[in-house]
């Protein structure tokens, strides 16, 4: 059986994207602390790539980041890290966080060399527990709503009320998919609350969970004639919000009820998951929530006419709410906030049925929700097609991507683009999504599908104004986006322009003198690890290391001479490197210092336009200038030539090897 060094869960509420890409920036950040690791996917085709009990033992550290109940009593005794899952999203921010776990104690406290920053995340804020809870809720609720709202949808294809009977459209098929769809849709609180409840106090927790859901829709029933409570009677339900309390309520029941019953004989362990707990958690329970039935349906009156009070505000103050609250984070917590009161005023609308004002409110905010979580993906698809030359490869290719993302509804894929840029390209997408939110409520588009983008566009009134809102907005937002890059782009071009750059590198590579044998590039120097901002961020590291090393005498002054040579041309070549060189009678020997970024340094003028992971930076006394100087650039030069040198250095997180190879070309 393989043994990994790290272990990890990931999982995110919809489990769709935030999910894997969580997995994959581990798996980067692992590899290049050249650690094993295998991560444990919670989607929503369930959970994938499961990690067994020996490799559980066998590792050395975990990593959980996760918006949902990933079973993390697993791991008790481990040293590990537990945080959210939008905290693991990038290559830097895994490697963090495996760090972090590596140098965390069986207890799950951090160690003393921890900073104060680490530490004080490392213990799960409550905030994120209740988030957690709730996310693992919804995650399997979604599901449900997505099943049933599609449905139901369809069955308005066949006419808008072609499910009734009586009705001149009706259709016996189109009547069964409604049927079905509004099961699922009916089901949507009693998961919800039955998953909460799950999260809190595990397996035990489903039955009370499921019946607190099941009040929260039926409500307290009332004999309208007695005015007394009664089996057979009518009750108003209080829908999402009771669900979601009615699921905290039935976690801690049953957490209490552990506590309680812990005296018994561990013989009688059988009984109490059997019998004791489901019985009692389900009285305690049913009786607390039919008891809140009143205030419980009141506050949800209260909220529903707080949003239809915004509508009547017009449709800028409610686009502008829905626009902003769905592109903030992206698919996190607030964009899900939004999300989820658009699922659930779409049920009740679907349960009010077709021609009610509530239904035409109810599926008009499900649109204007649906149109500002598609255009964030798309606002990057028109960016990178459109400026093109103010982005990496990497980020034009994603943004492609992101074009089948955002007609497909999953905003997530926009996430790496605002990572790197939060301010402006956070209020950008915002803007654009309230844009398409605002016009879509305008149009009067109503939408009775929860998810599927542009795939259920059959089932939408007033689709074509619908996919026009949505346009207007990715175009503006792309527009505004592709300004700010060429802003960025143009910003850091040097005032020097740098005279054919291409046949300079060549020339330097086959015309240079040789340079004798020498050991320039030790391993202490070598650093695989590093996260710059900016170039000039990365330059200021080296010339401090450089002092550290005793290489160098004054960092200031040797900054300034990396400065002057950017000044006269960029040092940035091509695939990712850059040979920053500086002259200066501040360095008192002459020596290579290497940076590695994964995730690029961006801002540092590249001949191919990408950013720069690899810096070898020559660092020459004043007096060798135009000897020792031009011997290693000439090398160093003719080995970035080499596809198997650019390979090794590129891929490799050994320091050793890098120093290795990079020596054995300075001969």
């Known amino acids: 059986m393989a043994k990994f060094d790290i272990i990890a869960a990931t999982g995110c509420p919809t489990g ?19 650690l094993t690791i295998k991560v444990e996917t919670h989607g929503q085709v369930g959970v994938e790539n499961e990690l067994t009990k020996s490799e559980i033992t066998g590792a050395k550290a975990v990593v959980v980041a996760a918006d949902k109940d990933v079973q993390a009593e697993r791991f008790a005794g481990k040293p590990m890290v537990s945080v959210g899952v939008s905290k693991a999203l990038s290559v830097e921010a895994a490697g963090k966080l495996i760090d972090r776990a590596l140098a965390a104690k069986g207890d799950n406290t951090v160690a003393a060399a921890a900073d104060v920053e680490d530490e004080a995340e490392e213990k799960e804020s409550i905030g994120h527990v209740i988030y957690k809870h709730l996310m693992n809720g919804v995650s399997h609720m979604l599901v449900f709503v997505v099943a049933g709202g599609v449905l139901t949808a369809v069955s308005f294809l066949w006419g808008i009320t072609s499910f009734d009977s009586t009705a001149a459209d009706y259709n016996s098929f189109a009547a069964m998919l409604k049927i079905i769809g509004g099961i699922a849709m009916n089901l949507m609180v009693p998961v919800l609350s039955a998953y909460i409840a799950e999260s809190i106090g595990k397996r035990p927790a489903l039955v009370p969970g499921f019946v607190a859901g099941m009040i929260a829709i039926q409500g307290l029933p009332v004999n309208a004639e007695t005015g007394m409570i009664d089996a057979g009677g009518a009750g108003v339900g209080f829908g999402f919000l009771g669900g979601i309390v009615g699921g905290f309520l039935a976690g801690y029941v049953i957490l209490l009820l552990e506590k309680v019953f812990a005296g018994l004989p561990k013989n009688l362990d059988g009984l109490k998951a059997i019998f004791l707990y489901p019985l009692f958690s389900t009285a305690i329970v049913g009786l607390v929530m039919l008891g809140i039935s009143g205030p419980m349906a009141a506050i949800n009156t209260a909220m529903m006419d707080f949003l239809k009070g915004l509508s009547a505000s017009g449709a800028v103050v409610l686009g502008l709410a829905i626009g902003c609250m769905c592109a903030f984070d992206m698919g996190g917590p607030v964009n ?5 009161t658009g699922t659930a005023m779409l049920t009740e609308a679907l349960a009010a049925g077709v021609g009610t004002d509530t239904y035409n409110f109810g599926t008009n905010f499900m649109a204007a929700v649906s149109a500002a979580c598609i255009v964030p993906p798309l606002i990057t698809t ?18 492609i991507v992101n074009l089948i993302l955002g007609c497909t509804h999953i905003t997530e894929g926009a996430i790496p683009f605002m990572t790197k840029n939060i301010w402006p390209v956070m209020p950008i997408m915002m803007l ?4 398409a939110s605002i016009l879509t409520i305008m149009f009067n588009v109503h939408d009775p599908a929860p998810h599927g983008g542009f795939l259920v566009l059959p089932v939408v009134e007033n689709g074509p104004l619908w996919v026009l809102a949505i346009l207007i907005g990715a175009v503006v937002g792309g527009i505004l986006f592709v300004a700010f890059k060429k802003y960025d782009f143009e910003k850091n071009q040097k005032a020097a322009p740098v005279a054919k750059p291409v046949e300079a590198f060549k020339a330097a590579a086959v015309e240079a003198p040789k340079a004798e044998a020498a050991d320039f590039v030790k391993v202490e120097n070598v650093f695989v690890a590093e996260d710059f901002a900016s170039r000039d961020e990365a330059l200021s590291f080296v010339s401090n290391q450089a002092v550290k090393a005793g290489i160098a005498s004054d960092a200031d002054a040797v900054m300034n001479a990396f400065l002057a040579r950017e000044a006269e041309g960029t040092t940035g070549m091509m695939e990712g490197f850059a040979i920053p060189h500086a002259k200066s009678d501040a360095i008192t020997e002459a020596a290579v210092i290497v940076v590695k970024d994964e995730s690029g340094v961006t801002g540092w003028d590249t001949m191919d336009g990408a950013p720069v992971n690899v810096a070898i930076a020559l660092l020459i006394p004043g007096a060798q200038a135009g000897t020792t100087h031009l011997k290693i650039l000439s090398k160093v030069a003719e080995a970035l030539m080499d596809e198997d040198f650019r390979g090794t250095v590129k891929g490799s997180t050994d320091a050793a090897e890098i120093a290795k190879t990079i020596n054995a070309r300075l001969v």
């Open 16 to 34: 769709i994207a935030h999910t894997f890409m969580a997995k994959e920036a581990l798996e980067k950040a692992a590899a290049e602390r050249g």
């Open 336 to 340: 899900k906030a939004a999300y989820v």
């Open 382 to 399: 028109f960016a990178v097609v459109v400026g093109k030359k103010y982005f990496s490869q990497e980020d034009h290719d994603a943004g």
């Open 432 to 435: 654009g999504s309230s844009i």
